[in-house]
Each structure stands twice: as structure tokens, then as C-alpha cells.
């Protein structure tokens, strides 16, 4: 493999991605797997390829931190419904803006529903890409095709 390029350009704080996987190589090789608490010890040295990838005053990243947490409490609640009959926990919180701004399921508004429809739809079709790598999902593909139809 290679060309390798960033998902997100915005987080490469400047580090080429080639550089980047020649270093998680290393790192996997020397570890036997990649393990994120290996690669942040690694990354800890100012002048270490990765080091710009990571916040390193706490004062900072600590708040990012809390923030993942209020990230992961609003993803963690779910409320049980009755749809067709049937029991089903739903989330109680979605995304519905592009700067993750949520909403509690009462209060969602058309606009909210279409957005949460169009980023689903979005997610199936990477997961879709994803998928076409491994023939054993081909099943699961066709399904998945069938579900952005309906969604579209």
C-alpha cells in the first residue's frame, strides 16, 4: 500500500500521512499490535513524527477530555419504545448539526430528522466502501444497498 492520506486534512497538524504509518509500522512491530496508550508514550518526545498530533498541555486536554465524556454520556442514554409492537431501546440524544450540536428525540424538528436521515445515509454508504474489500460480506452489501435506497 501507499499514498496514504489523511480522513480529516484538518488534524494532520502538518504531519504526512506516509510518515505517519512508516512510524505505527514501526511501532506495531515493535509491540506486536498498535495499542493507543503505546503510541502516546512514543509521541511524548517533542521531536518524535506524531508529537503534533497530540494536545499535550493538560490544561487543554483535559477539557477535551471532559468533553468526550459529556460526548459519550449524551450517547449512552436510551429510552424503551414500543414500535410495532415490539419493545426497542432508542437513544434518547442524536446529532443533529454539523458541529455536533444534540437534540433529545421530543423535541426533534423536520429539519432535525432529515439531518439525522442524510448523515445515516452517509455512514451506510462508508460503510458500504468498506465492505466491498471483503467478498464474505457481499449479503451484507446488498442489504445495506437496499437500506440507502429506502433512505433516499
Known sequence: MEGYTWKI????????????????????????????????????????????????????????????QARTLLNNIQVTVISDGEERKIDVYEVTTRNEGYKSIEVLTVSDVDYIKNSTRQ??????????????????RVLIDQAIEEMA
Open 9 to 68: 486534512k484538518g488534524l494532520s497538524k502538518g504531519v504526512n500521512p506516509d510518515e505517519a504509518v512508516e512510524e505505527l509500522k514501526r511501532l506495531q512491530d515493535l509491540h506486536g499490535t498498535l495499542n493507543p496508550d503505546a503510541i502516546v508514550r512514543a509521541a511524548e518526545k517533542k521531536s518524535h513524527i506524531l508529537h503534533p498530533l497530540f494536545e499535550w498541555d493538560d490544561t487543554r486536554a483535559g477539557h477535551r477530555w471532559r468533553v468526550q
Open 123 to 140: 455512514q451506510l454508504i462508508a460503510i458500504q466502501i468498506k465492505l466491498k474489500m471483503y467478498s464474505q460480506f457481499e449479503k451484507v
